[in-house]
C-alpha cells in the first residue's frame, strides 16, 4: 500500500521533529548542563571542567548529529552524570511503564464500557445522570489526591496492598500484580471517567442516527441495536482516544511512580530533565514518541480497515 | 509543578539533607565512625544472619567518590562500601585509618602518610602508596570536590607503602580533609572506565555492592574479606528508594522497612507515637539566606545585622517545628561542634535594635530574595522571615525560581540580592568557614572580605596547636556575628527512624551501614 509507505515517511519525519525540538529546546535554555550536573557544588573551574568533558564547545547541531546517527543504531549514549547507559536504563523501566499502560487502559475500559452502555441506553435519565457526575467526579479529582488516599487505606491502615515494593513481572506475577493495583487503579479511575464520556456521548448520537433508524426499523431490539450496531462504530472512536492516551500514560505518570515508588519511565525523564541531563531525556523522550506513533499507526490502521466511513473517506483521495 | 525531588536537597529556611560533599569541596563527615570505641552494640547480640532493608528519601546520581555525591544516599552506600585514610568529626580530633601514619614535616610544608598493611579493595587489588595518589590525584581534579585540595602542590609516591604530600602553605586540619571526602579510597582497578567507577563502587569497606537497580534499590553484602575487626553486623543490606514520604513511613509502619531517613518532623512524631527508634545523627549542614555583599544596602554590615536581629528564630521554630533543630547558632558552626564559642556580641531578637542600625544607616532598604521552588513549609517559613523585615522596614520581595540552574547561575555570577540558600558543614571549620569567608574562597558567593577574617581564618588554617586554632576560631565567630555576611537560620538534621530490632545507630551523619545490626530472637 503506497498509503503505508506514506505513513511511515510521517512517522519518521514526526520522529526527527521530536527528536531535534526537544534537544535545541533543552540547548537553548540559559544556564550550562554542566551547573545542572554540578548543583550547588557548582564553582567557575568545576563548571568549566565539566563543560569541556561533555564537549560542550562543539556547535549543537554537530552534537545532534552525532547523538542522532548513533541513536538511529540503537546507542543511545551514556549519561555524564551518572554513567548509566541510557538505552539499558530505558530499557529496564519501559516493561514497568508499559505494563502499567495495559493495565490502566485495560481496567478504565473495563468500567466504563459498560457504563456506558448502561447509561446510552436510558439517556437523559437518572441512571445516566449519575453515571455521567460520577465520571466527572473521577476527571475532577487531582490524581495525587486519589493516589494517596488509597495509599493511606489499602496500604497503611488495611495494609492489604504494599505502599512501596514493586516487583518486577519476572519475580513472579502475582506478587507483581498485587505491587500493581494501587498504581493501576489511581491511573483507571479517572481514565474510566474520560472514556465513559468518549462512548456515551457518541452512543447516544449514533443511537439517533438515519443509519440506526433504518435498523430499528428492520425490527430489532433496542439492546441488540446499542450493543451490536452503535457500539461497533462508536467504539472507533474510543479506539482512537485510548491511542492518544499512550504518551501521557507512558512518560506522564510521574506523580504516579514518585508516590508508588515504581521504575518507571516518567520518573526517569522528569529526573532527568530536572538534571539537564540531555542524554537521558532525548533517549526517553524518543522511546516516547517511537511507541506513541506506533501505537496510534495501528490504531489508524485498525479503523481503516473497521470503519467503513474512514474507508469511505479515503477512497476519494489520491494515492 | 514543584521540583519535588530537590525541594528536599533545597530548602534554606526550613530542614536540610545531607550534604555529603559541602560547598567547595570541603571535608564533611562521611566515613566517620572508626568503629574502635564501644559506642556499637556487642556483636554478640546481634543475628549476623540478618538482612536489613533502609527506605531513602533519594536516590544517589553517582556512586563515585569524585563524583556527584550530593545526596544522603551517598553517604550511606559510602559508610558501607568505602573508607577513608583518617576518621574523625567535629566532635572528636582525627586518628588514622586506611592510613597508618600522617606525620607533618618539620617546614610544615609536607604531609608523609605511611599506608595501612594488609588491607585489599573488593576487586583484589592491593592498597598501597600508588592507590593513595592515583585518589587523591582525582579528588584534585574533580569538578565536585577539587577545590578542597587547592593547598595541595604535589602528591608523591616515596615507596610502596609511602606517600608525600606538599603543600602551599601549612594546613593543620589536613588530616580532617582526609576524613572528608577527598580522603575516600576507591580501587585504581575500578576507576579505570569512567562510566563504571559512578556504577560501580569499589572500596576496603566491610560491605562490598552487588548491585543497583535504577529508581529501585543498592544492594550490598558482607564483605567476608575485610582487613579491619569491626565485621559488617548484617549479611546484606538493601537501600530503597522512596522517594515519596507518605509511601515510606507507610512501609516503615507495615514492616517493609527496617529503618527510613527522613527531614519530616511530622513522620518523626508518628514513628515515635508508635513506639520506632528515632536516632538523631550530628548536623553535616545548615540553611542560611545568603547575602550579595556587594549590593546596594547589603554591602552595609549594619543592615545585614538589622536582618538579623529582626527575625524572632523562637517563634519561627514553635511554628515550623524544627523539633529540635539548633536555630541559636547563627553561624556555620553549629552548637554541638567542639568548636563552637559562643559570641561576644550576639545579634539576639531585637525589633527596636534592628531599627536603630537601619537609621543609623539612613538609606531605605530593598531587595529580592530567591527561593528555588520546593516544599510549602519553605515558602512559608520565608514568608514568614520577610513579614519580620517588613515590621522593621526593610522591603524584601520573593522571587520564587522554577529550576536549579537558574537559581545556582543567579547565585554563583553574583547576580543576587539574597537567596533562600544551603551549605555543608565540615568536621573542621576550616571546611566550613575558609571556602565561604576567605576573600577570593571557591563558594565565597557572598562576596565577602573582610581582612580581619582572612587572617583569623589563615591563622586557623595554619597554626600547629589547636589552642591557638580554637582561639582563631573563636574570633572568627565573632566576626561572622557582627559582620554578619549571611544568615544562617537552622543546622538541619536528618532523623533515621527504625525498628526496636535494629541496633548501632549511633553516631553517623547518615545511614550507618557499617554499625548497624538487628538484634538476635
Redesign the interface.
Known amino acids: 500500500m503506497r498509503g503505508l509507505g506514506q505513513r511511515f515517511l510521517q512517522m519518521a519525519a514526526v520522529l526527527l521533529l521530536v527528536a531535534a525540538g526537544t534537544f535545541f529546546l533543552l540547548d537553548l535554555?540559559?544556564?550550562s548542563?554542566?551547573?545542572?550536573?554540578?548543583?550547588?557544588?557548582?564553582?567557575?573551574?568545576?563548571?568549566a571542567?565539566?563543560e569541556a568533558e561533555l564537549g560542550l564547545d562543539k556547535p549543537s547541531v554537530e552534537r545532534f548529529l552525532t547523538w542522532g546517527t548513533n541513536a538511529v543504531r540503537g546507542d543511545l549514549g551514556?549519561s555524564y552524570?551518572?554513567?548509566?547507559?541510557v538505552a539499558q536504563?530505558i530499557r529496564?523501566?519501559f516493561p514497568t511503564s508499559f505494563e502499567i499502560l495495559i493495565l490502566t487502559q485495560l481496567l478504565a475500559l473495563s468500567i466504563a464500557v459498560p457504563a456506558a452502555l448502561f447509561a446510552a441506553a436510558r439517556p437523559g435519565k437518572r441512571r445516566d445522570r449519575a453515571l455521567s457526575t460520577t465520571s466527572f467526579a473521577l476527571i475532577a479529582i487531582p490524581q495525587f489526591v486519589m493516589a494517596?488516599t488509597l495509599?493511606?487505606i489499602f496500604?497503611?491502615q488495611l495494609?492489604w496492598f504494599?505502599?512501596?515494593?514493586?516487583v518486577p513481572l519476572n519475580e513472579g506475577i502475582i506478587r507483581n500484580l498485587r505491587s500493581l493495583v494501587l498504581p493501576v487503579l489511581s491511573l483507571s479511575f479517572p481514565l474510566s471517567g474520560i472514556y465513559f464520556q468518549v462512548l456515551r456521548n457518541d452512543l447516544v448520537t449514533t443511537m439517533l442516527s438515519d443509519h440506526i433508524m433504518r435498523t430499528r426499523a428492520s425490527g430489532f431490539s433496542e439492546r441488540i441495536i446499542l450493543l451490536k450496531y452503535a457500539l461497533r462504530s462508536s467504539s472507533l472512536t474510543l479506539l482512537a482516544v485510548v491511542g492518544l492516551n499512550t504518551a501521557g500514560l507512558l512518560g506522564g505518570v510521574?506523580i504516579i511512580e514518585?508516590?508508588?515508588?515504581?521504575?518507571?519511565l516518567g520518573?526517569?525523564l522528569?529526573?532527568a530533565a530536572?538534571?539537564?541531563d540531555i542524554v537521558k531525556v532525548e533517549g526517553a523522550v524518543l522511546v516516547i514518541a517511537v511507541t506513541y506513533v506506533t501505537v496510534n499507526l495501528i490504531v489508524d490502521m485498525l479503523l481503516r480497515v473497521f470503519d467503513p466511513r474512514v474507508r469511505a473517506a479515503s477512497i476519494g483521495t489520491p494515492r | 509543578m514543584s521540583a519535588r525531588r530537590f525541594s528536599r536537597v533545597v530548602s534554606g529556611v526550613a530542614v536540610l539533607a545531607l550534604f555529603v560533599a559541602a560547598c567547595g569541596g570541603s571535608s564533611s563527615s562521611t566515613d566517620t565512625s572508626g568503629s574502635s570505641d564501644s559506642t556499637v552494640a556487642a556483636a554478640a547480640d546481634n543475628d549476623l544472619t540478618a538482612t536489613m532493608t533502609v527506605g531513602l528519601d533519594s536516590e544517589p546520581s553517582s556512586l563515585d567518590p569524585a563524583g556527584d555525591s550530593l545526596s544522603l544516599a551517598n553517604g550511606s552506600v559510602y559508610d558501607g562500601v568505602f573508607e577513608t585514610l583518617m576518621v574523625g568529626d567535629y566532635t572528636k580530633a582525627p586518628t588514622p585509618w586506611l592510613a597508618k601514619t600522617v606525620t607533618e614535616s618539620a617546614d610544615r610544608l609536607s604531609w608523609t602518610l605511611v599506608v595501612q598493611d594488609g588491607v585489599t579493595f573488593h576487586d583484589g587489588t592491593p592498597f598501597d602508596a600508588a592507590a593513595v595518589k592515583f585518589n587523591l590525584e582525582r579528588q584534585r581534579v574533580s569538578p565536585y570536590n577539587g577545590s578542597g585540595l587547592k593547598n595541595i602542590t604535589a602528591v608523591d609516591v616515596v615507596d610502596p607503602m609511602t606517600v608525600k604530600i606538599t603543600l602551599a602553605v601549612a594546613w593543620t586540619a589536613f588530616p580532617n580533609v582526609l576524613s572528608g571526602i577527598n580522603g575516600v579510597m576507591v580501587s585504581p582497578a575500578s576507576a579505570a572506565d569512567p562510566e563504571k567507577v559512578k556504577r560501580n563502587p569499589v572500596g576496603t569497606g566491610p560491605f562490598q555492592f552487588t548491585e543497583w537497580i535504577p529508581s529501585d534499590h543498592i544492594l550490598l553484602t558482607r564483605n567476608e574479606a575485610y582487613w579491619g575487626e569491626n565485621k559488617a553486623q548484617l549479611a546484606s543490606l538493601t537501600y530503597k528508594f522512596v522517594t515519596d514520604e507518605t509511601a515510606r513511613l507507610t512501609a516503615l509502619i507495615a514492616g517493609d522497612l527496617d529503618a527510613m531517613t527522613t527531614i519530616v518532623s511530622a513522620s518523626v512524631k508518628e514513628a515515635d507515637s508508635k513506639g520506632f527508634q528515632i536516632s538523631i545523627p550530628p548536623v553535616s549542614g545548615y540553611g542560611n539566606i545568603h547575602l550579595n555583599n556587594k549590593k546596594p544596602g547589603l554591602d552595609d554590615a549594619r543592615v545585614r545585622r538589622a536582618l538579623e536581629m529582626s527575625i524572632d528564630r523562637d517563634a519561627l521554630k514553635d511554628a515550623f517545628d524544627y523539633f529540635g533543630y539548633d536555630t541559636e547558632s547563627g553561624t556555620p558552626i553549629s552548637m554541638t561542634s567542639r568548636w563552637y564559642s559562643a559570641p561576644a556580641t550576639a545579634n539576639k531578637f531585637d525589633p527596636e535594635g534592628a531599627k536603630a542600625l537601619l537609621a543609623d544607616y539612613g538609606k531605605p532598604v530593598k531587595f529580592t530574595i530567591e527561593l528555588l521552588q520546593g516544599s510549602q513549609s519553605t515558602v512559608d517559613a520565608l514568608a514568614a522571615i520577610v513579614d519580620y523585615w517588613k515590621q522593621v522596614g526593610i522591603e524584601a520581595t520573593v522571587k520564587m525560581v522554577p529550576d536549579l540552574t537558574t537559581y545556582v547561575v543567579s547565585v554563583i555570577t553574583g547576580a543576587y540580592d539574597a537567596v533562600a540558600w544551603l551549605a555543608g558543614e565540615g568536621s573542621d571549620p576550616d571546611s566550613s568557614l575558609f571556602a565561604m569567608l576567605h576573600t577570593g574562597g571557591p563558594s565565597n558567593y557572598s562576596v565577602f572580605s573582610n581582612p580581619d577574617m582572612d587572617a583569623a581564618l589563615d591563622e586557623g588554617r595554619s597554626a600547629p596547636d589547636e589552642a591557638t586554632r580554637m582561639a582563631a576560631y573563636a574570633k572568627a565567630q565573632d566576626l561572622f556575628h557582627s559582620q554578619m555576611p549571611f544568615i544562617v537560620l537552622t543546622h538541619g538534621q536528618v532523623r533515621i527512624l527504625a525498628t526496636q530490632d535494629v541496633t548501632g545507630l549511633t553516631q553517623a551523619a547518615f545511614f550507618p551501614s557499617r554499625t548497624a545490626g538487628k538484634k538476635a530472637k
Open positions: 535554555m540559559p544556564g548542563p554542566a551547573i545542572a550536573i554540578l548543583g550547588t557544588s557548582a564553582t567557575p573551574e568545576g563548571i571542567k565539566v551514556v552524570r551518572d554513567g548509566e547507559n536504563a529496564q523501566r494517596l495509599l493511606i496500604a497503611k495494609q504494599p505502599a512501596a515494593d514493586f510521574l514518585q508516590i508508588y515508588s515504581l521504575p518507571g520518573r526517569f522528569f529526573d530536572t538534571r539537564r
